[in-house]
């Protein structure tokens, strides 16, 4: 089993649509749950980044964290066609050698106008 | 600021031939490091350097070699380049001051080797 797991889609929704976009994780020793957007061609960006469970909002965009389940989650409200792209989560953990993130493989997201 | 940055941006090489891939940040981060993006397979690490002077293997080393020059500069080297090395690369660095540790990435070098 991997250590994070994100559906790959593709996921198409229509304009206006609320999203929700997925990861599940095996291992207890993450620490920071982060969301990266890539563009087609691109690399990936920073979204946003939470830490403990709950939520944090950001505009449009709310990030979820449930420690207890190991899921998180991201939801992007009143979605628009610039939102098409690929999700990546992304998970921080301490090693031997200072940080590591692990990635989700992304999950492919269309927006039609 | 720049950020990131990577060159070439493209590149294609036959079977056998060398090349450098070159990163450098203006960030003053201590950690860098490079992926490789394949279709169904996310980010996969490469190598990467926790500070200037270190650097350490990932999830998919062989092939591949790095040198952190400085703290700014990673470049990272195919010796004898293959096909299965047709890849994305991805150099990205980070810092420890940001508690969440998140990693800043580039733009990427699309590298076709036939």
């Known amino acids: 089993q991997k250590e994070v797991e994100q559906d790959p889609g593709p996921l198409s929704v229509p304009e206006g649509a609320i999203v929700s976009l997925n990861c599940t994780y095996s291992?207890?020793?993450?620490?920071?749950f982060m969301w990266y957007r890539q563009y087609s061609r691109k690399g990936p960006e920073l979204l946003m980044y939470?830490?403990?469970?709950g939520n944090k909002e950001d505009g449009r965009f709310t990030a979820q964290v449930d420690k207890s389940s190991k899921y998180i989650s991201l939801f992007i409200r009143d979605s628009q066609p610039s939102d098409s792209a690929t999700y990546l989560c992304?998970?921080?953990?301490?090693?031997?050698?200072?940080?590591?993130?692990?990635f989700g493989k992304g999950t492919s997201l269309l927006v039609t106008p | 600021n720049a950020g990131v940055t990577q060159t070439p941006k493209f590149q294609v090489l036959k079977t056998g031939q060398s090349m450098t891939l070159q990163c450098a940040q203006d960030?003053?981060?201590?950690?860098m490091y490079w992926y490789r993006q394949d279709p169904g397979m996310g980010l996969r690490l490469i190598y990467y350097?926790?500070?200037?002077?270190?650097?350490d293997k990932g999830e998919v080393p062989n092939g591949y070699n790095v040198s952190r020059l400085n703290k700014r500069e990673f470049s990272l080297r195919l010796e004898s380049a293959a096909p299965s090395q047709t890849s994305v690369y991805f150099c990205?660095?980070?810092?420890?001051?940001?508690?969440?540790?998140?990693?800043?990435f580039g733009p990427g070098t699309r590298l076709t080797v036939t």
């Open positions: 992304a998970m921080s953990r301490v090693t031997n050698s200072g940080y590591a993130l692990n």
């Open positions: 990205a660095s980070a810092t420890e001051e940001t508690v969440s540790y998140e990693q800043y």
């Open positions: 291992n207890s020793a993450f620490q920071y």
């Open positions: 350097s926790a500070s200037e002077g270190t650097t």
């Open positions: 939470t830490y403990s469970s």
């Open positions: 960030m003053n981060h201590n950690s």
